[in-house]
């Protein structure tokens, strides 16, 4: 008989699991139980579901490196006990959120699937339902015995993209989030149509790694027409700040002005690493494509190439806690580590 798989289901909080408070009309997040009680659906899955929550679940604004530790720990401490990870997650942030968890498991065996929803689960027109079933039916998928996804997914309105591509792009729509640069893993119809080309996959020999030591000296600061001298040295100037994400324009292009390049070196200088990723939606960074971003790779910008800034900064987080030198660290940005970039041959 072929073995159930069994999941874990992570609740953190976030719409999925919200209820209007009586007095303010406010949502507010509400006990783990009642979610269940919305889904008796659940029992019906060909799999079995633990379910655990945040003992404070939060709406993702409020998400920081303490809690992606407390999540991370959460995946890590239950690794071998489960074939697959369903992590229940505010929208907002759920991008910062499937970056980071992509860079903390280096050689992932088994998937982790984010979901959520745009109306809580409560709501008659909920999305909530429809993501949360796919996303466990996902992290379920095995074939040959083996799960099918072995990375960080976030599954959302009939898509399951790889996390660190992804960007929220709508606060309306039910499809909230979008993968430009790469694309869908798995697309939900009447069956599930796997794009096996598009998965990530490691040696099945590698040994899972669990990275927590994140750094949260960092920033994104992304330019403008205007922007001036004071304000920008300002920003940059905190003390303790070791690495920034520019948002630049187009294909990595910024302002030629002089203080701007001389403070781009100073910042180098000081051995802040700086990032330089587009604020384009889609394609990617192209430094010495103009004279403009030439310039920015003589002084030494580390090239972002087609990432996201939610995975930009994740990567930086990550990287700086591995304690790398300059060279090594500017290597290792530029290389695909987790499928985050596209690297042309
Ligand atoms: N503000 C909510 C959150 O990110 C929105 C959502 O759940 O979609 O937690």
């Known amino acids: 008989m072929k073995k159930q798989a069994r999941i874990l289901l992570i609740y953190t909080g976030g719409t999925i699991g919200m209820a209007k408070d009586v007095n303010t009309g406010a949502l507010v997040p509400f006990d783990f139980d009642q979610l269940l009680v919305h889904i008796p659906e659940l029992r019906l899955l060909d799999c079995e579901v ?3 929550s945040f003992e404070n679940p ?3 604004s409020d998400m920081n490196l303490q809690h992606y530790r407390v999540l ?3 995946i890590y401490n239950a690794y071998q006990e489960y074939d697959g990870f369903v992590v229940l997650h ?3 942030t ?3 959120t499937a970056s980071i968890l992509s860079f903390m498991f280096e050689n992932l065996a088994k998937p982790i699937i984010l979901t959520g929803s745009q109306l809580p689960i409560g709501d008659l027109r909920t999305d909530a339902k429809e993501n949360l079933i796919t996303a466990i039916q996902i992290a379920a998928l095995q074939e040959v015995g083996r799960p099918v996804v072995t990375e960080v997914g976030l599954y959302f309105e009939y898509k399951l993209m790889r996390g660190n591509r992804t960007t929220k792009i709508n606060a309306e729509h039910f499809e909230a989030f979008k993968s430009y640069n790469y694309p869908d893993l798995i697309t939900s119809g009447v069956h599930l149509q796997i794009n096996h080309d598009a998965l990530w996959s490691v040696d099945s020999k590698s040994v899972m790694k669990y990275h927590k030591n994140f750094d949260e000296n960092v920033m994104i600061v992304k330019i403008f027409p205007g922007l001036n001298e004071r304000m920008f040295r300002s920003m940059v100037s905190a003390s303790g700040l070791r690495g920034v994400v520019l948002e630049t324009y187009g294909a990595g292009n910024a302002t030629t002005q002089q203080w701007f390049l001389e403070l781009m070196k100073e910042l180098i200088l000081r051995g802040v690493h700086v990032v330089n990723v587009t604020q384009c939606a889609v394609g990617s960074v192209v430094m010495g494509q103009y004279e403009t971003s030439a310039m920015l790779k003589n002084i030494g910008l580390i090239d972002g190439k087609d990432s996201t ?3 930009a900064l994740a990567k930086l987080m990550y ?4 304690n790398l030198d300059a060279k090594t660290f500017k290597i290792k940005f530029e290389t695909s580590l987790r499928g985050e970039i596209t690297e042309k041959s």
């Open 94 to 96: 759920m991008s910062y």
């Open 72 to 74: 991370g720990d959460c």
């Open 319 to 322: 990287l700086l806690g591995e």
């Open 50 to 52: 633990v379910s655990v």
């Open 90 to 92: 505010g929208s907002d």
């Open 309 to 311: 800034t939610e995975s």
């Open 58 to 60: 939060i709406d993702s």
